[in-house]
């Protein structure tokens, strides 16, 4: 059985990992908390400590780490005697922090694709440019590595495999929606790092379909969904890392990804598109000094973490899936349903740094219990999902599930 975790990054995601972790420290043991800046840990600590999240006396330690730096962050895996490494830092570290865990034989888990800071939109599946060239290796040295382990990433793969196990013979269509129906009563901001935010959506729109890639552009296919709690809400097809992995893993069904914004979104995204702030690459002033717009852009807005007390109303995100089953045709939708104010009243952070943080802890406690301890590497949709909605429905997200019979919560047995 694996313990003791160190957590890498210390925004409103890691946040939540770390009181999570905290309230399952009797299956997850010691807890560390790494970022470049140690404040940020400690800030995170002394949030759980105010709501008494330890659910037994143990270890909660912050440290400061270039998780960029391998070989620090080796050392530091070794000190704590850290066996799980749950990544929620920048997408910038993801391969830093694998590595690491590779050559130190501990369990690595992430909640999203690896990126570059000088590239965008790659050639798709994103996953096989970074990942799963690792993957041979992690089955070689009997490393367990789970990709994408958030929401989505991650919850949405799971039911997607739940739909496959469960629900349908062939399935033909999966379409995944994710709606913010909240307010955070700012002018403009954005609910997850505003740099990896804007890098989703100024490339290509990459869906899988009639078994191959299609390209659109941001904000062009646009789809009215009628959600439970939520209501109508329009979403647009957006890139999106589940796509790339459940392309190869749902039997040739079309994978698409969509994703609701206002209209308001879209207008000051697409000025600060037209004008380059949301560029990757650098540009020189006029006095000779370098500045990357993107990282200007971010600088300005609010820090998502800084959101959370204001936050008001629910997340509906979830899978609609369409194929066939005993030779009839049918139309499921498993989902979730998060509300922003009762996050932050239970870990201090919005609805949506909520719903990325729980599914990485779940995920940790199915590796430390054996579970997921698959020792290779595997996105979500690969491994069982019951036992991670099982695990899920405990920690604080709920599975449900809209069908031909209505609406209803899903139980599992949790291992």
């Avoid at 939540?16 to 009797?26: F, G, L, M």
């Avoid at 579970?371 to 979500?380: G, H, I, L, Q, T």
Wanted: hydrophobic share 40%; glycine share 8%; with cysteine.
């Amino acid at each position: 059985m694996k313990k003791n975790v160190l957590i890498i990054g210390a925004g409103g995601v890691a946040q939540v990992v770390a009181h999570k972790c905290a309230q399952n420290n009797d299956i997850l043991g010691d807890i560390h908390i790494a970022s470049r800046t140690k404040s940020k840990c400690d800030d995170i600590i002394a949030s759980v400590q105010e709501k008494k999240a330890m659910k037994q006396p143990g270890v909660l330690e912050g440290h400061a780490l270039d998780a960029l730096d391998i070989e620090a962050t080796k050392k530091l895996i070794t000190d704590t005697g850290s066996q799980i490494v749950i990544n929620v830092g920048t997408a910038f570290l993801n391969m830093s922090v694998l590595r690491a865990c590779i050559d130190t034989g501990v369990a690595y888990i992430d909640t999203a694709i690896h990126e570059e800071p000088d590239k965008i939109c790659e050639t798709p599946p994103w996953y096989a440019n970074y990942e799963w060239k690792r993957a041979a290796e992690c089955e070689e040295k009997g490393i367990t590595a789970i990709l994408g382990a958030g929401f989505d990433p991650g919850v949405v793969n799971a039911f997607a495999a739940l739909a496959k196990d469960e629900y349908f013979d062939k399935i033909t269509d999966v379409d995944i929606v994710d709606i913010n129906a909240g307010s955070h009563g700012k002018y403009f901001a954005t609910n997850f790092d505003p740099e990896i935010n804007f890098r989703e959506f100024t490339g290509v729109v990459y869906s899988w379909q009639g078994g191959e890639w299609k390209t659109n552009k941001m904000f062009e296919i646009g789809k009215e969904y009628d959600l439970p709690v939520v209501g109508k809400q329009k979403a647009y097809m957006s890139g999106h890392d589940e796509v790339h992995s459940l392309s190869k893993n749902m039997d040739g069904a079309d994978v698409r990804f969509w994703m609701g914004f206002g209209d308001h979104y879209i207008n000051v995204f697409t000025v600060l598109k037209n004008i380059g702030l949301l560029s990757e690459q650098p540009v020189k002033l006029a006095n000779g000094d370098e500045v990357v717009p993107l990282k200007v852009v971010k600088a300005c807005l609010p820090d998502p973490a800084s959101l959370a007390p204001n936050y008001t109303g629910k997340t509906c995100i979830g899978d609609f899936v369409k194929g066939t089953k005993d030779d009839k045709e049918r139309e499921v939708f498993i989902y979730n349903v998060a509300d922003h104010k009762e996050a932050y009243n239970e870990v201090g952070s919005q609805g949506i740094s909520y719903t990325a943080g729980v599914p990485p802890v779940a995920a940790a406690i199915l590796v430390a219990k054996g579970a997921w301890d698959v020792k290779k590497m595997a996105n979500v949709e690969e491994l069982p999902p019951q036992p991670f909605l099982a695990v899920l429905n405990r920690i604080g997200l709920q599975t449900s599930i809209r069908d031909e019979n209505g609406e209803r919560d899903l139980e599992f047995v949790e291992p």
